[in-house]
Each structure stands twice: as structure tokens, then as C-alpha cells.
């Protein structure tokens, strides 16, 4: 069988409100076609987190998966960096 790469990113957590869910906010930015200036644009993920693993504020690497409810089809693949305690 062959082994196919799958899509990863990697975004901040902006809310942990579910069990076993987090959403995450991957921000980019992109060249207004007529005007030329860089506008800043989010995309949200709900993301699968089996082991509650992050918290507000920690950057997080997630691939794609099979849908696990309406909204989730992300799974997280490991915390990046830890939020500073403030």
C-alpha cells in the first residue's frame, strides 16, 4: 500500500472550550489584486485533540483526517511551542 503525505499546518490555539476539541487561527497574508497592499486574513480549524493536550495560546501542528463530527476533520499531531505562563 502506498503511503501518502498528508496535509499539515501549524496555527495558535485560540480556544480549548471542548472536550477532546480546540480551535485553532492560522493567520497569512495576501496581495490585494488591484491595490497591492498585503492584507492580513485568519482561517479557524476545529481540531480533534485526544489527550487535551494544549492550552490558549500554544502553537500547534495538526493534519488532515477523516471527519470526526460536523465541524472536525483536523486531528492535532503535536504542540510546537508551549504558551508562556504570564
Do not use: F
Given at each position: 500500500?502506498?503511503?501518502k503525505k498528508l496535509k499539515t499546518l501549524t496555527g495558535v490555539v485560540i480556544s480549548n472550550s471542548g472536550n477532546k476539541s480546540v480551535r485553532i487561527a492560522i493567520?497569512?497574508?495576501v496581495k490585494h489584486p488591484?491595490?497591492?497592499k498585503y492584507m492580513r486574513r485568519r482561517t479557524k480549524l476545529a481540531?480533534?485533540?485526544e489527550h487535551n493536550h494544549s492550552a490558549v495560546g500554544d502553537v500547534v501542528e495538526v493534519a488532515e483526517c477523516r471527519p470526526r463530527s460536523k465541524s472536525k476533520n483536523w486531528r492535532?499531531?503535536?504542540v510546537?511551542?508551549?504558551a508562556s505562563q504570564a
Open positions: 500500500m502506498q503511503d493567520d497569512y497574508k488591484k491595490y497591492g481540531v480533534h485533540d492535532l499531531v503535536k510546537v511551542q508551549k
